[in-house]
C-alpha cells in the first residue's frame, strides 16, 4: 500500500504545499479501521461543472437557496467575528407580510428553498414568534419548496412551533467553550444551553444540521472537542464543519489563521467519532494555502462532502480510491445538500477514477500536452441530485 503522504505528492496542483507528515500517517492509519455508512464517499460541489464532464447543465443562478433575514441586517449579539456582516447581503423581510411577498418572489425565479435565519437577542434568541403562521402557509401552499432554518437557542417549545410549522431542517451553531461563548458571542448563556438546543430539536421530527465553526475562539480552536462529543451524545442528521473567516474582527480582538494541521487533525476525529453521519465541509474557510491543506486533510480524513474544494483534490480523492461524486452546484445547492443531508444515493455524478489517474500519467509522460484540468472525465452514472446545475 502507498503512503497518503506519497499520493499527494503525485497531485501536480499540491506541488509546493506542507502537510504535517506525522498527521497525515496518522490520518491513513486510523482511515484503514473505520467502518461505518458514510465511510468512505465524497461529493465534491463545485460551480465549474463543465471542467468535469461536457454535459450541459442549466445554471442554478443565485437563487436556487436564497438567505432571507427577518431583522435585515440588524444583530444584537455582534459576535467578534462576525459583527453582523453577514446578515447584511441577505435579503431582508422584517415582517411576516414581506416574508411572504419574499418567498413568492423568490419561488417565480427558480429557489428550490431557503435559509431563513436573522439577528440574534441579547440571549442569542431569533425572534421568529410573529413568523410561524407565516412559515405555515408557505409550506401549505408551496408544499415542495424546502426551509432550513438558523434556530439560535432554543426552548422544547419553539422547537415544537418550529416543528408544527412545517420548517424542514433546523441549523445551529454548537459552542463547547464558556470562554468562547462569553468573550467572541458577548452572550449570558452557558454550553450547557446549546447542548439542550440541540437535544430539543433532534427530538421533533426536523432533520437537523449542527454546524461546528474552526478557530471561533480568536483562531484558536478551544472548545471544539467538547461540541463534537455534544454531538456525539444527540445523533443529528448532518454535521457542517466551517473554519472561521473573521473578516469583521476589531482590531483590539484580531483573530489569527487557525493552524491547518490542527483542522485536519480535528477533522479525522469528527469521522472516527461519527462514522454513520454525513460530514461536510462548508463554503467557510480560509482561502490560499490554507485553503488547500485544509480541504487535502478533509479529503485524507474521509468527510463526505466539500464545497468549492481547491484545485486538485478531486484527484487526490481518486487517488485514494474513495467513492467520488460530483455535483454542480453553487454555495446555495450545497446548503440544499445540507438540509437533504445527502440522503439520496445518486445524488452527484460518479466519476472514472482511473480514467482520472490515467490521464495524469498521459499527461506528465507528454509535457507537450496540455492538462486540461480534469476535462474529459468520463462520466459513468448521472443520478444529479436535485438542484444540480452550474453557476456562471
Given amino acids: 500500500m502507498h503512503s497518503w503522504q506519497s499520493v499527494v505528492e503525485q497531485v501536480e496542483p499540491l506541488e509546493g504545499i506542507v502537510l504535517d507528515a506525522g498527521l497525515v500517517t496518522d490520518m491513513q492509519e486510523r482511515y484503514i479501521g473505520l467502518h461505518g455508512e458514510r465511510v468512505g464517499r465524497v461529493n465534491f460541489y463545485t460551480p465549474t461543472f463543465k471542467a468535469y464532464s461536457s454535459s ?3 445554471g442554478c443562478g443565485k437563487s436556487a437557496w436564497p438567505a432571507v433575514s427577518i431583522t435585515g441586517g440588524d444583530c444584537k449579539l455582534q459576535c467578534d467575528h ?25 419561488i417565480s425565479s427558480g429557489a428550490q428553498g431557503m435559509l431563513l435565519t436573522g439577528g440574534s437577542n441579547h440571549r442569542n434568541e431569533v425572534e421568529y414568534n410573529d413568523y410561524y403562521a407565516t412559515i405555515r402557509r408557505i409550506k401549505d401552499t408551496f408544499p415542495t419548496f424546502k426551509i432550513a432554518m438558523h434556530t439560535a437557542l432554543v426552548d422544547m417549545d419553539i422547537a415544537r412551533r418550529m416543528e408544527d410549522c412545517g420548517i424542514d431542517a433546523a441549523m445551529m451553531d454548537v459552542i463547547g467553550s464558556q470562554d468562547t461563548i462569553t468573550q467572541v458571542y458577548h452572550l449570558k448563556r452557558n454550553v450547557d444551553d446549546f447542548e439542550r438546543t440541540l437535544e430539543y430539536l433532534v427530538s421533533t421530527n426536523m432533520k437537523v444540521v449542527p454546524h461546528i465553526v474552526l478557530g471561533l475562539h480568536y483562531g484558536k480552536l478551544l472548545g471544539e ?3 463534537l462529543e455534544i454531538i456525539q451524545r444527540h445523533k443529528p442528521t448532518a454535521v457542517v464543519l466551517v473554519v472561521v473567516m473573521p473578516f469583521y474582527a476589531p482590531e483590539n480582538r484580531p483573530f489569527v489563521t487557525p493552524d491547518s494541521a490542527e483542522v485536519g487533525r480535528f477533522f479525522m476525529d469528527a469521522r472516527v467519532a461519527l462514522p454513520d453521519i454525513p460530514i461536510l465541509l462548508g463554503c467557510a474557510r480560509p482561502t490560499g494555502r490554507a485553503k488547500m491543506e485544509i480541504d487535502s486533510y478533509a479529503v485524507m480524513a474521509g468527510l463526505n462532502g466539500i464545497a468549492h474544494p481547491a484545485d486538485g483534490m478531486v484527484e487526490l480523492a481518486a487517488r485514494l480510491e474513495r467513492d467520488v461524486r460530483v455535483t454542480p452546484a453553487c454555495c446555495s445547492i450545497a446548503i440544499g445538500d445540507e438540509v437533504m443531508a445527502i440522503e439520496t444515493e445518486d445524488a452527484g455524478l460518479q466519476i472514472d477514477i482511473q480514467r482520472i489517474i490515467e490521464m495524469e500519467r498521459t499527461r506528465k509522460a507528454t509535457p507537450s500536452v496540455s492538462s486540461g484540468g480534469l476535462s474529459g472525465i468520463k462520466v459513468v452514472t448521472s443520478g444529479i441530485s436535485a438542484g444540480g446545475g452550474c453557476c456562471s
Fill in 56 to 58: 450541459e447543465i442549466a
Fill in 225 to 227: 472537542w467538547n461540541a
Fill in 82 to 106: 462576525c459583527k453582523a456582516k453577514i446578515l447584511e447581503p441577505m435579503i431582508p423581510a422584517r415582517t411576516p407580510e414581506e416574508l411572504w411577498r419574499v418567498v413568492n418572489d423568490q
